[in-house]
């Protein structure tokens, strides 16, 4: 079984500040995606970052970017220019596309509060 | 564009009752599921399909019953409430090795 661990429960950041989020992963899959959500208080959970680990390239959106470092199955996100809107809950998942579908795997969140 | 949709938003319920969560998706995705939430558990996956008429269990299955007969709709049923259930429980939907698309969530209290 696929196992996805975030071993940070929370963390505080100063607007403008960056931080980064460490999530590490179990699998003997070669192929598999990665994703990074954000859940704010509203509870809706967004999409921040997909990847794919067949590609080397970092995914970046805007001021979120990871850090894939594939033979250490981690999976980082950094947030750059960190803004009070930022605050909120990010979950690490995994996904095997191929595994019943492509179920996905969370960890357990970190809670990210930015301070003004 | 609706998205997913699921109600009711919040329920209380005595242990014991049943009800069933809604959720409907309005973007033709064949892959639906159900996730509860519990702080530091992350989101635990109770049930999925693939298409109508084909569901199967996830992680956490027990107390719950899913069933697909249209490709729009997936609701949970709650067979017999218990305390344990209380949660916090996302509907979601994808295409094929897409991202999931999550309804806004359905918190459930059990008394």
């Known amino acids: 079984a696929q196992t996805v661990t975030q071993s940070q429960p929370e963390m505080s950041v100063q607007e403008a500040e960056t931080v980064t989020l460490s999530c590490t992963y179990d699998?003997?899959?070669?192929?598999?995606?990665l994703f990074w959500y954000k859940q704010p208080p509203s509870r809706q959970m967004i999409l921040v970052i997909r990847?794919?680990?067949?590609?080397?390239q970092n995914a970046t959106e805007n001021r979120f970017s990871v850090n894939f470092q594939k033979a250490a199955k981690s999976f980082s996100l950094k947030i750059s220019d960190s803004q009070l809107g930022d605050t909120a809950m990010y979950f690490c998942?995994?996904?095997?596309?191929?595994?019943?579908?492509?179920?996905?795997?969370f960890g357990a969140g970190t809670q990210v509060v930015v301070t003004p | 564009n609706a998205g997913v949709t699921q109600t009711p938003k919040f329920q209380v319920l005595k242990t014991g009752q049943s009800m069933t969560l809604q959720c409907a998706q309005d973007?033709?995705?064949?892959?639906m599921s159900w996730y509860r939430q519990d702080p530091g558990m992350g989101l635990r996956l109770i049930h999925y399909?693939?298409?109508?008429?084909?569901?199967d269990q996830g992680e956490v299955p027990n107390g719950y019953n899913v069933s697909r007969s249209t490709t729009e709709d997936f609701p949970l049923r709650l067979l017999s409430a218990a305390p344990s259930q209380t949660s916090v429980y996302f509907c979601?939907?994808?295409?094929?090795?897409?991202?999931?698309?999550f309804g806004e969530g359905s918190r459930l209290t059990v008394l």
């Open positions: 973007m033709n995705h064949e892959y």
């Open positions: 979601a939907s994808r295409p094929y090795t897409g991202e999931l698309f």
């Open positions: 699998t003997s899959e070669s192929n598999y995606y």
């Open positions: 990847q794919e680990a067949y590609k080397q």
């Open positions: 399909s693939v298409g109508a008429g084909i569901t």
């Open positions: 998942a995994f996904m095997i596309p191929t595994d019943s579908w492509g179920k996905l795997q």
